[in-house]
């Protein structure tokens, strides 16, 4: 039987005993990375297209457990939502898809309590960021924002005329990147992809020149406002670290002006600054 079956357009039973690989009549404990595996299944479910055929995935998930397996899985939120941020923004970007808005998973378990041990349902939706309900006591809501969860694809999409990064110091660039290869200057607002130069970079990317072999072709991402910025390190990104502390791969950080990130270790040293 499949670990994920359809059920509705929008709900799908899951089978944790299959997913886990476990022999028959074996007792399955619901993990963290058993809950991401489950949800980047069904997100491959979704066949969804844009118009001009870019897969579309949902954003919000609702998982639902038996008791026994949400009571099981509560105490582990902190592990599950970095688990669920590595596994999805790979599952996204391997399928160069699209989100509507800020993805949001949330676990909650079955009050009916109709539901076996080691199955569970998702139901899921395509809802806009500013149409998300609120939590509720008692759910593991886990709210990722779109760029963290799917930056690496929004880094490989087409090239625009709106979508160029201003590198050039005019009076339209508000922030600079500084390091011993040069200078790029870029406005705040969307982010911007950081890494070493190559041929087929995306449309909205810093290379940093001079940079050696161990900086990425897409090492970071930087978004700014006018007084902090937000860096992210890709999930297949080698260390990155902002003003000494490290990021997990798919994590971020909010900082303020001026900022240090430090790329494989200090291979590469480069300042953020407020023009």
């Known amino acids: 039987m499949a670990a994920v079956t359809g059920e509705a357009l929008d709900q799908f039973r ?3 005993a299959e997913l886990a690989r476990a022999k028959r009549g074996q007792p399955v404990q619901i993990d963290p990375y058993l809950i991401a595996q489950a949800i980047a299944a ?3 479910e979704c066949t969804v297209r844009s118009a001009t055929g870019r897969p579309i995935v949902w954003n919000e998930y609702r998982m639902i457990l038996s008791r026994k397996d949400f009571d099981l899985i509560r105490p582990l939120q902190t592990i599950l939502e970095r688990d669920m ?3 999805l923004a790979e599952e996204a ?3 160069s898809a ?3 808005g800020e993805l949001r998973i949330t676990v909650v378990f079955d009050e009916g309590d109709e539901l076996p041990l080691s199955e569970g ?3 899921v939706a395509f809802v806009p960021t500013a149409q998300l309900a609120a939590p509720k006591f008692g759910e593991i809501t886990m709210r990722l924002d779109s760029f963290a969860v799917s930056g690496e694809i929004a880094a490989r999409a087409a090239a625009s005329p709106t979508d160029t990064v201003i590198v050039d110091d005019s009076a339209q660039t508000t922030h600079a990147l500084r390091w011993p290869g040069g200078i790029a200057h870029f406005a705040a607002g969307s982010p911007i992809v950081v890494g070493r130069p190559h041929p087929d970079a995306p449309p909205r990317f810093i290379a940093l020149a001079g940079a050696g072999s161990k900086v990425n072709k897409q090492h970071f991402w930087i978004a700014a406002t006018s007084s ?6 890709f999930a297949k990104a080698n260390p990155v670290h902002v003003n000494g502390q490290s990021l997990g791969g ?3 950080i909010d900082v303020g002006l001026p900022a240090e990130v430090s790329l494989s270790h200090g291979d590469l040293v480069i300042t953020v600054l407020a023009k």
């Open 85 to 87: 941020k590595l596994v």
């Open 42 to 44: 069904v997100m491959r």
């Open 14 to 16: 899951v089978r944790f």
């Open 228 to 233: 902090t910025v937000r860096i992210g390190r």
């Open 93 to 95: 970007r391997a399928r």
């Open 98 to 100: 699209e989100l509507v």
């Open 121 to 123: 349902v998702v139901r």
């Open 250 to 252: 798919g994590e971020e």
